[in-house]
């Protein structure tokens, strides 16, 4: 008798990781190897890049490779504000989903750097004993983010396009 594969669940806070990557090393993620590394640790069951709908070309083509690789896209409208600022995060949206899939999958990977979601992965791991790992640029990654991981895994040349 074998044992199964792990199942994994991604999430992809797309802005967080192409703000991050391009502020450290003036590059991106480069998605799909990311993907094949993670397949070749399991089965990846769910996997949901969240990102902001501005409606420009490159970032169209961007979303449609994403779905290519096996992403589901979310998106949600970028909002400018009268006062010149913007909004357009997931990180509600994330959290959600992340707690509705916990008890489903045997690891979570977190694509975000975000401190946000430290009390997220906290969470999960305490509720469901589910391994919650976190891919980051490091110099970039909040601390907590880092310490609430079960394993924090660099975004580093490696990775990147």
Request: glycine fraction near 6%; aromatic fraction near 10%; charge should be negative.
């Amino acid at each position: 008798m074998t044992d199964s594969p792990p199942r994994i669940a991604i999430f992809a806070d797309v802005q967080n990781i192409y703000y991050t990557t391009r502020q450290a090393y003036q590059r991106s993620l480069d998605y799909r190897k990311l993907w094949r590394l993670l397949v070749a640790e399991g089965e990846i069951v769910m996997a949901t890049a969240y990102a902001i709908h501005r409606g420009d070309e490159s970032q169209l083509k961007f979303q449609q490779a994403l779905k290519n690789i096996g992403f589901t896209v979310r998106l949600k409208p970028y909002i400018q504000r009268s006062d010149g600022s913007a909004k357009g995060d997931w990180d509600v949206g994330i959290a959600i989903d992340v707690m509705e899939q916990a008890r489903a999958v045997d690891r979570i990977v977190l694509l975000s750097g975000d401190g946000d979601f430290d009390l997220l992965l906290e969470k999960v791991k305490m509720n469901y004993q589910v391994q919650a790992d976190v891919y980051g640029v490091p110099a970039l990654t909040a601390n907590s983010l880092i310490t609430s991981a079960s394993h924090f895994y660099p975004i580093n040349e490696d990775l990147l396009i």
